[in-house]
């Protein structure tokens, strides 16, 4: 007998814990786990176009949990300006993820069947994200990198 694990009502619901989890506490810590579950349906399915989906997912639920650190940090690495223009682009960054990934809800759960040029997409907007949210804190560590050794200074004979 034959029975699923796993159907579009329950993949939906991890859509939606996703998504509000991104929304409204700026944790990516659910779309890892939606990636990774992307990655077992991959296998089980055999289907190619649900390979593509894992990695993108992962590096940019990677991406997120670093730049909202680097712009959470109590401590004043990043100058006044700089932390509000970068708090506003991660405000756009999670809601450009957060629709893509409603899209991607959309075409996974909600049709009978996929079309990959969707997916595809999708794809690219985490892609995009990714690249952005890479490019900007990349900036803002050039910035805070400290202009002193850690390690103290070597006595010379």
Known sequence: MEKNILDSRDLSKLFDECIESLK???DSTHMYELGNLFAVIAEVKGDLTYYTIPSFMGMLASEIGNFERLISIPLPLLPDPMRKEY??????????????LRQLKTELC?????DPRQIIEVLGKFGKCFSELYDKRSR?????RPTYSPLPPTSES
Request: charged fraction near 35%; glycine fraction near 0%.
């Open 24 to 26: 409204s506490q700026r």
């Open 87 to 100: 708090e506003n682009y991660f405000k756009v960054a999670i809601e450009t993820t957060v629709e893509a």
């Open 110 to 114: 909600e049709k009978s069947s996929t």
């Open 140 to 144: 803002a560590e050039r910035i805070i």
